[in-house]
């Protein structure tokens, strides 16, 4: 039963304070109420729905409820720089004009040609892709216009504009269910105008769920249960990419009815027959399968291979020719086409002792780094506008040519200036100075009757 599996773990008896026990209680009374047909009609149905599988169904029928989700309304997953950057961008403030969903899709087809956040050599002003996807969070979006945007066949950017919706917009517990279909995608594209190499939208997804940073820019932190879903789903992505090679090499096996193939659903193995090739999206061909037990499920074309022995040795002879693909391909000791490969189980132990290892032990480049000062931090240099540079000038601007004024020296500290002399107005001034005030000096103490050596000696005092 259901309710045995969310049985409270604390305690024995139920105790109505606890709300694992008040939770089992609720689940114990609903199964109650239902009668034992219920339970029944629920035992029948023994194939489980996994969560990401309902997710996509969820996907697929863009009509049930109105705007999606969003985790976090106030930032929409944006960094705290980067939304600030956005909002007083003045390509964002043109974007407010725009009102309907489609003059926003126009424009970004129309400015977009690259995925990072910000321009070319620039680190403040924002690209045209991430003015326009803030533009999507402001405006709402609902799951067909979701969809419209990561399959739209007019610009890969208009994609990944879709992409960075879900990956940033979206809780974590859906954003699998919306980009796991996608990994496998091969449609190429430059990241960047001056890029010198090109990438895959699946290598593009594969990125987003697998990295904390995005060009530098944080990502929402995904919770480890959605990141154990993420690496099942990562850790076999290899092979399924190159069974994916292969069988588009030998795609017209696909198109016939009644080929006896075996397809990977939930890492296990399935015999099953094609009943169809949907092709309608060449980038993700998938294949309409019927199982043995009746069902009928969509799967991509790199997660089958054939069953058929007379079919496997027809693609055995036309891969040995050179069949669609050049001598690189036929030197390939394995056919994806018709072999397994490793187990996805295997590979995902593998991947997950392998990020274990990195995080114990490391060596070269992946060692932590020192972390830096908050002085400096503040000492690194930072990209600044004309203005903030000719502020900071004035401000701590010191000229070298700046005389020192200097007071002029005396007599008697004239000799330690190297010989050098006031000049004959100086002297003759201070003349004037010394015969006023020393003369003056001099009459008031023969005045008193006393003698120059008085003024001399120390005073006494005499007791008695």
């Known amino acids: 039963m259901e309710a045995e599996k969310i049985k409270c773990h604390l305690h024995k008896k139920p105790k109505n304070n606890c709300k694992f026990c008040k939770k089992y209680q609720d689940m114990v009374q609903e199964a109650n109420s239902k009668g034992p047909q219920a339970q029944s009609n629920r035992g029948g149905d023994r194939r489980k729905k996994?969560?990401?599988?309902a997710i996509s169904e969820d996907r697929e029928n863009p009509d049930r409820g109105g705007p999606l989700e969003i985790a976090n309304m106030k930032t929409y997953g944006f960094s705290g720089l980067l939304q600030t950057h956005?909002?007083?961008c003045a390509h964002f403030k043109s974007l407010l004009t725009l009102e309907t969903f489609e003059q926003l899709v126009d424009e970004t087809y129309q400015f977009a040609n690259s995925v990072e956040p910000y321009m070319a050599n620039s680190g403040t002003l924002p690209s045209a892709l991430f003015c326009c996807l803030y533009r999507f969070f402001t405006m709402g979006l609902d799951s067909r216009n979701l969809k419209r945007l990561i399959e739209n066949q007019e610009s890969p950017y208009i994609r990944c504009a879709g992409f960075l919706y879900v990956r940033?917009?979206?809780p974590h517990d859906q954003i699998l269910g919306w980009l796991g279909e996608y990994l496998i995608d091969d449609e190429e594209f430059k990241p960047s105008p001056?890029?010198?190499?090109k990438t895959t939208i699946g290598e593009f997804v594969e990125t987003l769920l697998s990295q904390d940073k995005y060009y530098n820019t944080v990502l929402p932190r995904l919770p480890m249960v959605t990141k154990r879903h993420v690496e099942e789903r990562l850790a076999p992505l290899s092979q399924n990419r190159k069974r994916m090679a292969a069988n588009k090499a030998v795609v017209d096996v696909f198109r016939d009815q009644g080929v006896r193939?075996?397809?990977n659903i939930a890492g296990e193995w399935r015999a099953a027959s094609i009943v169809d090739l949907e092709d309608e999206a060449p980038n993700r061909p998938k294949v309409r399968a019927r199982l043995d037990d009746g069902s009928e499920e969509y799967v991509h074309l790199g997660l089958v291979i054939i069953a058929d022995r007379n079919v496997r040795l027809r693609s055995r002879s036309r891969r040995r020719g050179g069949y669609g693909g050049g001598r690189s391909r036929?030197?390939?000791k394995t056919n994806w086409s018709i072999e397994k490969g490793r187990s996805d189980k295997d590979l995902v132990n593998e991947m997950r002792s392998r990020e274990r290892e990195k995080a114990v032990c490391t060596s070269g480049k992946d060692y932590a780094r020192k972390p830096v000062g908050y002085k400096a931090a503040c000492a690194l240099p930072r990209e600044q506008g004309a203005a903030s540079y000719r502020l900071m000038e004035e401000e701590t601007f010191v000229p070298m040519n700046r005389t020192k004024s200097r007071r002029s020296p005396t007599p008697e500290r004239e000799q330690n200036f190297g010989g050098r002399r006031p000049s004959a107005e100086h002297q003759a001034r201070m003349q004037q100075l010394f015969e006023?005030?020393?003369?003056q000096r001099a009459s008031e103490g023969s005045g008193s009757g006393r003698h120059d050596d008085v003024i001399d000696r120390p005073d006494v005092m005499r007791l008695g």
Request: proline share 4%; aromatic share 8%.
């Open 168 to 170: 940033l917009g979206l």
């Open 436 to 439: 006023k005030y020393g003369n």
């Open 194 to 197: 001056d890029s010198d190499y």
């Open 330 to 332: 036929s030197r390939s």
């Open 86 to 88: 956005i909002v007083e």
């Open 50 to 53: 996994r969560p990401d599988r």
């Open 261 to 263: 193939i075996e397809c």
